[in-house]
């Protein structure tokens, strides 16, 4: 197969018309590049996981063309209806009690579905011409780094989709948050653009421990081909090292990418993956990942980096 890259201007209908025939697309969101199909045709949804070499097991997340339809797909409870009207659109996913309406391949099997609803301009033009909710994991190789560009998704991607639709860089770069909502208590089974610090206001906030509370929450996940150690400020490069930035020089590495100039780190997440990949394509011997704080976004930044370490 051959896969095409359009612009958003003529992408919108192409990409409609793929989902409604049943078949699966790129899209740009405002976290990453995500492959969408039809979350209500059970088959449609099984080519995701094939294109992906993704497990079953690891549901998809669902993203509704309006914030109504969450009541469809959900059981839906006055603190995520509090949620939703604050954060969406946007980069938070909210984890419900399911209704009949989700097949159980995007669920697998659990009873619970993911929903986000999308704030990227383009995404929404797709689900507003589609008229229907879409499944969307990142579209990625299961287990590898989240695309931020069409390049990228060519790179995971290329001969197992017919479209990606080109918007250029995605504006957060890192997933969504993800929360999962029972009665009062918000627990956040992945860190992302909406904090923890922003969700306290909701509820009771619990952050899960990394990688064991999402299904497809492996300990070892977003990860380049190249070994990546997160620096404990003490590790001397080796001579084919390379350095993922945050406040060192890069003196001695052989190659060096800064994730913030500016110590920004809305502009850390932003960079992160794309840096990553960059670096996995140098041909070095280990990625050295520099510490950034742990303060808002840096907690999501950080629990990327473990992944990406985790072997
Ligand atoms: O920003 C994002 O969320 C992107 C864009 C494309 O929307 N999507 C994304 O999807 O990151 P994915 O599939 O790569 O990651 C979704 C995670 C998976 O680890 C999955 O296990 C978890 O969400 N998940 C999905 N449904 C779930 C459920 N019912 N309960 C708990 N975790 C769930
Ligand atoms: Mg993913």
């Not at 003529?10 to 976290?31: D, Q």
């Not at 996981?49 to 006055?78: C, N, Q, T």
């Not at 997933?175 to 206001?201: C, K, N």
């Not at 742990?294 to 950080?302: F, N, S």
Request: proline share 9%; hydrophobic share 45%; aromatic share 4%.
């Amino acid at each position: 197969m051959k896969t095409l890259v359009v612009p958003s201007d003529s992408g919108v209908s192409a990409a409609a018309a793929i989902l409604a025939s049943g078949g699966i697309v790129a899209l740009p969101t405002e976290t990453v590049y995500g492959l969408g199909a039809d979350a209500l045709n059970p088959a449609a949804c099984a080519a995701i996981f094939e294109a992906k070499d993704r497990p079953l097991s690891d549901p998809l997340i669902v993203h509704v063309p309006d914030p109504d339809w969450i009541f469809r797909l959900a059981e839906i409870s006055p603190p995520a209806a509090r949620l939703a009207e604050c954060f969406w659109p946007g980069p938070l996913t909210i984890v419900l009690p399911r209704t009949r309406l989700v097949p159980c391949i995007v669920t697998s099997g659990q009873e619970t579905v993911a929903l986000r609803m999308s704030a990227h301009p383009v995404f929404q033009a797709v689900a507003a011409a589609f008229g229907r909710p879409i499944a969307a994991p990142s579209a990625n190789r299961f287990g590898r780094i989240s695309p931020t560009s069409a390049e990228h998704v060519v790179a995971e991607l290329e001969g197992r989709i017919p479209l990606v639709v080109d918007a250029g860089p995605c504006a957060h770069g890192i997933e969504s948050t993800i929360v999962h909502v029972t009665g009062d208590r918000l627990r956040i089974l992945r860190r992302g653009p909406v904090t923890a610090e922003q969700l306290a206001e909701f509820g009771d906030v619990q952050e899960a421990r990394d990688g064991i509370a999402v299904p497809g929450g492996l300990k070892s996940h977003y990860a380049p081909r190249t070994p990546l150690v997160i620096s404990d400020g003490l590790l001397k490069p080796g001579p084919n090292d390379g350095l993922l930035a945050w406040d060192g020089t890069g003196e001695g590495f052989r190659r060096v990418e800064f994730l913030s100039p500016a110590q920004d780190l809305r502009e850390a997440a932003a960079n992160l993956y794309a840096a990553m990949r960059r670096l996995d394509e140098a041909g070095l011997d280990r990625i050295i990942a520099e510490r950034v704080p742990e303060t808002g976004l840096g907690a999501a930044v950080m629990e990327r980096l473990r992944k990406a370490s985790a072997r």
